[in-house]
């Protein structure tokens, strides 16, 4: 099992850029695929992005986040990435990284070892 810390995240204006870190600790990282959500208040847990153990593969394709997110690792330093260019203020949200454990990748109550979120504003 992995425990998991987000950071970077902020106040930015729409159009800005943001990169979110999470920091894991535990031997297996390497093994798992890692995912990002995100929760804004009152909505339901979003899937972001997920990446492959390997690098190998990566998804950022929701409406939401098309052509603007992607997601990145370094196994070497235990951390993943995610990249968020021209932000919109509906990005507002509460973002958590997450450990895939199996099955749909994109339904958050297949993920393990949430961190503890990071929070993303973007005004307008």
């Known amino acids: 099992q992995v425990q998991l810390v987000e950071s970077g995240g902020g106040l930015v204006q729409a159009g800005d850029s943001l990169r979110l870190s999470c920091a894991a600790s535990?031997?297996?990282?390497?093994?798992?695929?890692m995912g990002w959500f995100r929760q804004a208040p009152g909505k339901e847990r979003e899937f972001v992005a997920l990446?492959?153990?390997?690098?190998?593969?990566?998804?950022a394709d929701s409406d939401s986040v098309k052509g603007r997110f992607t997601i990145s690792r370094d196994n070497a330093k235990n951390t993943v990435y995610l990249q968020m260019n021209s932000l919109k203020p509906e990005d507002t949200a509460v973002y958590y990284c997450?450990?895939?454990?199996?099955?749909?990748?994109?339904?958050?109550?297949?993920?393990?070892?949430w961190g503890q979120g990071t929070q993303v504003t973007v005004s307008s």
């Open positions: 990446i492959w153990s390997d690098e190998s593969t990566a998804y």
């Open positions: 535990g031997h297996a990282f390497s093994t798992y695929r």
């Open positions: 997450a450990a895939h454990l199996g099955g749909n990748f994109r339904d958050y109550r297949n993920y393990g070892s």
